[in-house]
T-cell receptor, first 110, second 113 residues
């Protein structure tokens, strides 16, 4: 079946460091790709999305590009802040249901 | 402001009890989902529904059932709660299927003792 793999956490970085969280998905069909973020004590909320190849989604300084040739959707941010500490989920939408990665917990140290 | 509301943030139930988790969305979304979230396992799909009175099994339906009598409400039922059902339960809804964002409730942390 369809699946998604994202890098294991936790990831600990200092403030202003560069962030990459890797995500790869199985290539059945042509899914839309999403990143969700979960702040402590809250439900998930959409961070960004891309719906076709080479699309770049962006929000709050985060970016991810839909790479069909490598079936990847890596999340990046040039300079992280303490307030970015959260759990991040990669989530392809395969038309019948959304598949979530296991989540990557991010800790940002001041 | 769009909203998915789960009836409880925290619940404590005894083994063997019948447990109802309620979810209501105010966005007129067709699709609704129940996930459980456990450390190291991410979100796992329990059941989903594409329309009133319709339901589909997800990846881990055993020990659960669902009910969708109205479009805005999707209930998760634990027929006989067990300690291995202690978890965070998340409800979500989407409009249609293609390219659509999921909206989540705040979650219900259920403890079965």
């Amino acid at each position: 079946g369809n699946s998604v793999t994202q890098m294991e956490g936790p990831v600990t970085l200092s403030e202003e460091a560069f962030l990459t969280i890797n995500c790869t998905y199985t290539a059945t069909g042509y899914p839309s790709l999403f990143w969700y973020v979960q702040y402590p004590g809250e439900g998930l909320q959409l961070l960004l999305k891309a719906t076709k190849a080479d699309d770049k989604g962006s929000n709050k300084g985060f970016e991810a590009t839909y790479r069909k040739e490598t079936t990847s959707f890596h999340l990046e941010k040039g300079s992280v802040q303490v307030s970015d500490s959260a759990v991040y989920f990669c989530a392809p939408n395969y038309y019948d249901k959304i598949i979530f990665g296991k989540g990557t917990r991010l800790h940002i140290l001041p | 402001d769009v909203k998915v509301t789960q009836s409880s943030r925290y619940l404590v139930k005894r083994t063997g009890e019948k447990v109802f988790l309620e979810c209501v969305q105010d966005m007129d979304h067709e699709n609704m989902f129940w996930y459980r979230q456990d450390p190291g396992l991410g979100l796992r799909l329990i059941y989903f529904s594409y329309d009133v009175k319709m339901k589909e099994k997800g990846d881990i339906p055993e020990g659960y059932s669902v009910s969708r009598e109205k479009k805005e409400r999707f209930s998760l039922i634990l027929e006989s709660a067990s300690t291995n059902q202690t978890s965070m339960y998340l409800c979500a809804s989407t409009r249609g299927i293609l390219n659509t964002e999921a909206f989540f409730g705040q979650g219900t942390r259920l403890t079965v003792v």
